[in-house]
């Protein structure tokens, strides 16, 4: 059955523009901090002799390159459907959330690289300056503040591309925390310690980079929504009046919406216009009260005036 559009398709293109708006500013801070924070750090840790300083502004920097990602991919998906694209623009957030990935198991290498050269230096580590330490604290506190504000705007949008960004913010406290204990530790005489805290730090990121490009390759590969999800839309089209079950109930994600495929059974009696009708009925409640994109409706005829709900 080819779907009609429900009367709340209207609002659809309204609702992508704000939560593109909603991205790109906070994506404009997190990018006024990035910079700020690789400058510093950098500077820091070059005059201070701090390698891991100097690897958590590599981190920055790399934050600094998604946060471009993330603008670009915002302004590609939040287009309207066009001939090329039926379906929307919604894969560039998902497609945005594999680079993102990609960029930071690269910057973890690098990180993990330089780390392992100034332990096997011939003169060994060196001890830091004490302006290293305050530089971390300082990076410490404005990631953390950075994560919380990102997050709490990607949550009321909805984005998984901004939440991947905003947990990556989150990845780069927990970094800085490393940052500082390590040259807490080399200032108290353990000068292994600095290096040692750079190659931490290269672990996370490379965590968080492995997790960022398995989820968006699964997106990529058409999974499927979560079990509570469908679940959700099961029970919601089952509720619509004249639905007698369903079956072969199949989704997959697109960006942060979900396409639906769906066999609904109707009593075999009714005419084609009165299953039709109960068919677009049930997809106009899915897409009112679920993040469904579309639905793909086909009505099975059943021989008996019984009604049995599906399980």
């Known amino acids: 059955m080819r779907p ?14 704000a939560r593109y708006s909603a991205g790109w500013r906070s994506t404009l801070v997190s990018v006024a901090v990035n910079i700020g924070l690789t400058i510093a750090q950098g500077a820091a840790g070059i005059i201070s002799g701090s390698q891991a300083l100097i690897a958590d502004a590599a981190h920055s920097l790399s934050d600094l390159l998604s946060d471009f990602v993330v603008l670009a991919a915002g302004a590609q998906s939040s287009k309207d459907p066009d001939a090329d694209h039926q379906y929307g623009h919604l894969r560039f957030e998902t497609a945005a959330s594999l680079v993102l990935g990609v960029l930071l198991l690269t910057a973890a290498a690098g990180m993990l690289w330089a780390a392992l050269g100034k332990l096997q230096h011939p003169a060994g580590p060196q001890p830091v300056q004490p302006m290293a330490l305050w ?5 410490l506190a404005s990631k953390e503040l950075l994560f919380r504000y990102m997050l709490a705007v990607a949550r009321r949008v909805r984005s998984s591309m901004l939440v991947a960004n905003a947990w990556h913010a989150h990845s780069d406290a927990a970094s800085s925390l490393v940052v500082a204990l390590g040259i807490a530790g080399n200032l108290l005489g353990y000068h292994s310690l600095d290096p040692i805290a750079a190659m931490v730090v290269a672990l996370m990121v490379a965590r ?8 968006a390759l699964n997106d990529l590969m058409d999974r499927a929504a979560d079990k ?11 509720g619509t009046p004249g639905v ?10 697109m960006g942060d919406q ?15 216009a009165q299953g039709h009708a109960i068919a677009v009925d049930a997809r106009r409640r899915t897409m009112e009260h679920h993040r469904v994109l579309n639905v793909m409706t086909h009505v099975d005829p059943v021989y008996f005036t019984k009604t049995l709900k599906a399980e």
Not at 5 to 16: C, G, H
Not at 244 to 251: A, E, F, N, Q
Request: charged share 25%.
């Open 258 to 272: 979900v396409l639906v495929d769906v066999h609904l059974e109707v009593e075999a009696t009714l005419t084609v």
């Open 228 to 238: 509570v999800t469908v679940a959700d839309i099961r029970a919601t089209m089952l």
């Open 208 to 215: 968080m980079g492995l997790r960022f490009s398995w989820d």
């Open 4 to 17: 009609e559009l429900p009367e709340n398709d209207a609002r659809r293109p309204t609702d992508a523009q």
């Open 244 to 253: 007698l079950g369903l079956h072969d109930l199949r989704t997959r994600k």
């Open 135 to 139: 530089v971390a604290v300082v990076a």
